[in-house]
């Protein structure tokens, strides 16, 4: 309870605590309705994690790709080069850290957002997917034992 109720805190801190800062820009991407949250003009992720360790700045790409992925087709959606991403550490005593990232080539994440949702519409097999990552990803993996993943982390 006392973590659901920091990560609650640190939110309404982004949404409310300095008045006009936050805002929903409301977008469209092909078939998809995307709602992203600008904080002080950047698009912004708040997540929550149970990881014992603070992720390295350095690392972020490779330790937790499915955040940094996310922000950057919300960034390309924004149309942003710079995001940033919150994360709480709930194992940590209510700490959290603030990443902002800088995306360079916003075109070719627009490039492969576009390319994702062709397979996903043209019902191509899971198997033409990217890959979850990191592998622990696909025991999560919406497409179950379908997924391409599943082979891969099973072996």
Do not use: H
């Amino acid at each position: 309870m006392q973590n659901r109720g920091f990560l609650d805190l640190l939110t309404d801190a982004v949404w409310y605590g300095t008045p006009g800062a936050s805002k929903r820009l409301k977008t469209v991407f092909g078939t998809i309705k995307a709602s992203i949250l600008l904080f002080e003009t950047l698009p912004t992720l708040v997540r929550k994690t149970e990881r014992k360790e603070m992720l390295l700045r350095e690392r972020l790409v490779v330790d937790a790709p499915y955040y940094t992925d996310r922000l950057a087709m919300e960034c390309a959606l924004a149309g942003s080069e710079k995001g940033r991403l919150i994360v709480y550490y709930a194992r940590l005593a209510d700490k959290f850290m603030v990443y902002d990232i800088w995306f360079r080539d916003l075109d070719a994440v627009r490039a492969e957002m576009q390319r994702r949702l062709d397979l996903l519409e043209g019902g191509e097999p899971a198997a033409a997917l990217p890959m979850c990552e990191p592998d622990w990803m696909s025991r999560v993996c919406d497409f179950g034992e379908a997924c391409a993943c599943r082979e891969v982390s099973t072996s």
